[in-house]
């Protein structure tokens, strides 16, 4: 299965001036756990996620105060539509990031996430056996 298949064209986006509130208000509204940055004076789309956020509130910085433009994730790693499922998780796993943005031609085609990797795995038929160890 292709990463095409599996994401989401539908990208919650949000501009580098909003404040860390207004992203996290967003985020919540629309249960996802990223938003694309679009910034003319960067060099590609940037990205916010639920752990940049919570890394500045563990910090004590003020949400209201605090810009997404200052707190978004390092080294983003972009996804090709063609690029398999596995290439996609191999790519989080290496970097240690749960959301790729997906661009087709230079343009932004959508976004994907853990869930929807386990998602297309599990509807797949990618399903095992829950250990007895791991339930309650």
Not at 36 to 49: Q, R
Not at 111 to 127: E, F, K
């Amino acid at each position: 299965m292709q990463v095409h298949e599996g994401m989401s064209p539908t990208v919650l986006s949000v501009g580098p001036g909003h404040t860390l509130r207004e992203a996290a208000k967003l985020m919540a509204e629309r249960q996802v756990g990223a938003a694309v940055v679009n910034d003319p004076d960067s060099n590609g789309p940037g990205i916010i996620t639920e752990r940049d956020i919570l890394l500045s509130l563990g910090t004590g910085q003020n949400p209201d105060t605090e810009l997404v433009a200052e707190h978004l994730t390092s080294d983003v790693v972009y996804a090709a539509p063609e690029w398999s499922l596995e290439e996609a998780a191999a790519a989080m796993v290496q970097g240690s990031f749960r959301h790729l943005i997906v661009v087709d031609h230079g343009e932004i085609a959508g976004i994907l996430s853990v869930r929807d990797v386990v998602r297309c795995w599990t509807d797949d038929g990618a399903l095992c056996a829950v250990p007895a160890s791991a339930t309650i």
